[in-house]
């Protein structure tokens, strides 16, 4: 079993930056795929950034890529999503997810473990 909790949401205006956390509890969390997708009003859950169990590969939507950046700290049981150049667009509910799988999937029903969410909201 494997806790995950976010944090680093909040109100920030176009073109700013947040780094949101994702901690997770239990001993394994370096053997998971990690994940973090988002949710806006109205519309589907949607895949942002994956990392693998080694940070070695990561993957992003092709919407943030060259703005987000994902990374984690196996020894702190914790991934971090670097967000800059932020876009009224890029406003929703941010869930960190987790999975005991060896590839990073783009689709949400394979990960097991999810946070409750954090809300991001970028002002134009």
């Known amino acids: 079993q494997v806790q995950l909790v976010e944090s680093g949401g909040g109100l920030v205006q176009a073109g700013g930056s947040l780094r949101l956390s994702c901690a997770a509890s239990g001993r394994t969390f370096s053997s998971y795929v990690m994940g973090w997708f988002r949710q806006a009003p109205g519309k589907e859950r949607e895949f942002v950034a994956g990392i693998s169990w080694s940070g070695g590969s990561t993957y992003y939507a092709d919407s943030v890529k060259g703005r987000f950046t994902i990374s984690r700290d196996n020894a702190k049981n914790t991934v971090y999503l670097q967000m800059n150049s932020l876009k009224p667009e890029d406003t929703a509910v941010y869930y960190c997810?987790?999975?005991?799988?060896?590839?990073?999937?783009?689709?949400?029903?394979?990960?097991?473990?999810w946070g409750q969410g954090t809300q991001v909201t970028v002002s134009s």
């Open positions: 997810a987790a999975d005991p799988r060896v590839l990073v999937t783009t689709a949400s029903a394979e990960y097991d473990y």
